[in-house]
């Protein structure tokens, strides 16, 4: 079964300290893996896109990794604000359709 | 949100009510999508259109309808055959086979 599992469920950290969250997922054919930021009562935004044959990709303070052998990714977010409050979700695709994790919640404290 | 609008933002239904939620798109997609989400889920796919007059059921669709009439517009009717419907839904547009984009959500309550 298509699944993706993320980890924390949760996480409080301080204004300022880096965090790494985590994905593994069991989808097959891989065609993508995308990270999106949700703001409470907001629609999902997308952060990165990674294919099979990326490792690396940054957006700002956020820097995507993928492992495909493992089946493994994690988001890193550098120097975090305030603002970066948030459900960060991990979305894989397969051939035909978008498979969600349920998300990892953010509270950035001052 | 891009060029994708939900409304309302917050809708209470009654018990035995069908309601019908809104999406717009005017990013010239011929994809439209409907999620739910539910606390501590992921989004769970309840319909989806790849052309106009055409839809096929997600993984949830028992209990909602859709219709899609316009390339525009993706209306959802969630109805009285749906025993949970209290949830935030979600819509999307894309290209075909390119990224989703979200609108910002309509909050459905059950009184």
């Known amino acids: 079964k298509n699944q993706v599992e993320q980890s924390p469920q949760s996480l409080i950290i301080l204004e300022g300290k880096n965090c790494t969250l985590q994905?593994?997922?069991?989808?097959?054919?891989?065609?993508?893996l995308r990270w999106y930021k949700q703001d409470t009562g907001r629609g999902p935004v997308s952060l990165t896109i990674?294919?099979?044959?990326?490792n690396t990709k940054s957006n700002g303070r956020y820097t995507a990794t993928l492992d495909a052998d493992t089946k493994q990714s994690s988001l890193h977010i550098t120097a975090s604000q305030l603002s970066d409050s948030a459900s960060y979700i991990c979305?894989?695709?397969?051939?035909?359709?978008?498979?969600f994790g349920s998300g990892t919640r953010l509270l950035v404290r001052p | 949100d891009g060029g994708i609008t939900q409304s309302p933002k917050y809708l209470f239904r009654k018990e035995g009510q069908n309601v019908t939620l809104s999406c717009e798109q005017n990013?010239?997609?011929?994809?439209m999508y409907w999620y739910r989400q539910d606390p501590g889920q992921g989004l769970r796919l309840i319909y989806y259109?790849?052309?106009?007059?055409?839809?096929q059921k997600g993984d949830i669709a028992e209990g909602y309808s859709v219709s899609r009439e316009k390339k525009e517009s993706f209306p959802l009717t969630v109805t009285s055959a749906q025993k949970n419907p209290t949830a935030f839904y979600l819509c999307?547009?894309?290209?075909?086979?390119?990224?989703?984009?979200f609108g910002p959500g309509t909050r459905l309550t059950v009184l």
């Open positions: 999307a547009s894309s290209a075909l086979g390119d990224e989703q984009f």
């Open positions: 990674m294919t099979f044959s990326e």
């Open positions: 990013l010239n997609h011929d994809a």
């Open positions: 259109s790849q052309i106009v007059n055409d839809f």
């Open positions: 994905c593994n997922y069991t989808v097959s054919p891989f065609s993508n």
């Open positions: 979305v894989v695709r397969d051939r035909l359709k978008l498979i």
